[in-house]
């Protein structure tokens, strides 16, 4: 399941520190985001688009200047695979893309985000990593219409209508909606579901149903008291 659950790999904990500039290596060696929320918060170990493989978008990608205000939560609607290698990850995340460019005609993929049922975090639409490690504006996405200027969205891996999700994508999503709050300084009660802001049934009644403890588990990390 690769190391993702045991915190950052060296390499991006490295690569964040100098990106980062504000980061505290502590004892472990894990790298710490103060943000400007001024939390310490875990640096999750999220795979850029030249990683996983991703296409150019077709056109440039838009970005803006603020900040984003909230995080959108969605499922992928996709089957509730086994797999939870790293190759099944970017194979999903390179399906979505495709999905996005070729079927809806979007330029790029439409979240900002991807996390797998394995637990690996990925980026979504290019330069949206850039962004979030800056803490500083973001790239307008596809995910939720009046909202892709404003709230970075995540899609999560999997159909979750009757099931729960599973351990390693729950956790990721903790972390990764943590490193978002402390980044762009959003409180955890702004995380929302998908059908919070558009006629649809994503992500899931039981995923939807666990945003209260999303915000609440979010809410402990940030307080660092996970
Ligand atoms: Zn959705």
């Known amino acids: 399941m690769g190391d993702n659950t ?3 790999s060296r390499r991006n ?10 980061g505290v290596a502590a ?56 797999d ?19 079927e809806n005609g979007w330029i790029d993929t439409g979240q900002h985000f991807t ?7 990925m980026e ?17 996405g596809a995910h939720a219409p009046g909202q892709n200027d404003k709230a970075i969205g995540i899609e999560n891996q999997g159909t979750y209508f009757t099931v729960e999700p599973p351990k390693a994508l729950w956790d990721s999503l903790v972390k990764l909606c943590a490193y978002i709050c402390a980044q762009y300084g959003i409180k ?12 649809t049934d994503c992500p899931g009644d039981v995923l939807y149903g666990k945003i209260p403890q999303l915000r609440e588990e979010v809410q ?7």
Request: one cysteine or more; aromatic letters at 4%.
């Open 188 to 199: 955890a009660t702004e995380i929302y579901g998908h059908r919070d802001y558009t006629d």
């Open 27 to 82: 004892g472990g060696g894990a790298l710490l985001s103060t943000g400007i929320a001024g939390a310490d918060v875990p640096v999750p170990d999220i795979a850029d688009c030249d990683t996983w493989g991703a296409r150019p978008p077709s056109e440039d990608v838009t970005p803006v200047e603020r900040n984003p205000d909230k995080i959108i939560v969605h499922h992928t609607e996709s089957a509730n695979t086994d």
């Open 84 to 102: 939870t290698s790293q190759d099944a990850a970017y194979a999903i995340a390179r399906e979505i893309q495709h999905w996005h460019m070729d």
């Open 124 to 140: 979504g639409r290019h330069t949206s990593l850039k962004h979030l490690t800056d803490g500083k504006g973001m790239v307008q």
């Open 220 to 226: 402990k990390v940030l307080d660092g008291t996970p």
């Open 13 to 22: 904990v490295l690569r964040g520190a100098v990106l980062l500039g504000v």
């Open 115 to 121: 996390n797998s049922r394995g637990g690996f975090l």
């Open 6 to 8: 045991s915190g950052p």
